[in-house]
């Protein structure tokens, strides 16, 4: 059996006001810088054997104290991206509640699409070989720095839950998900955990 973590990255300026996707320009800020020091002492004493995230640069950022912290190198996984939004890169959530596209997402997520971008379930798929493939290996603890929609998309895989239902999951920011995996299959251990703030690495 292998234990992973998923690791939502830490909170930025943008976060509830614009829909990111994949701008290579969003850093944590002070706070997210925080709660990244705060994820490196959480995993201080866990024996971690891997650590690999999104290339996103919040991701990254997240990730770099505890790579410190653990003494290991910080893999970058291309299927641990966030979702591909498309032609509403960049968009505020404002001007997407004008949308009826952007309601027809949100209600139906095993169907509907981004323009010009990636379906849930193509995230859903990317990022299930990828966990398929680790849960192969049952070697130390491993932490996964990725984003919000593709941690829903490995828990409602592993709950065989419909997309649909995505709105029934948080995933806050620098929360963590623990999972332990077999071949053909894992368990949810704990949920969009909060990590305690203002303990040092």
Known sequence: MTRVYLVRHGVHDLVGKVLAGRMDDVPLNEAGRQQASALAAFFADRHIGRLASSPMLRCQQTGEPIATTIGRSMETIEALNEIDCGDWTGQTFTDLDK???????????????????????AVQTRVMTLIDTLAM????????????????????????????HHDRLTIDPASVTTLDL????????????????????
Request: proline content about 8%.
């Open 99 to 121: 949308d009826p596209r952007w309601h027809d997402w949100n209600a139906e997520r095993s169907r509907a699409g981004m323009p010009n971008g990636e379906t849930m379930l």
């Open 137 to 164: 290996d049952d070697s130390a603890p491993m932490v996964l720095v990725s984003h919000s929609d593709v941690v829903k998309a490995i828990v409602m895989a592993l709950l065989t839950a419909p997309l649909d």
């Open 182 to 201: 077999w071949p053909g299959g894992g368990k949810i251990v704990r949920l969009n955990e909060a990590v305690p703030q203002g303990v040092a690495a």
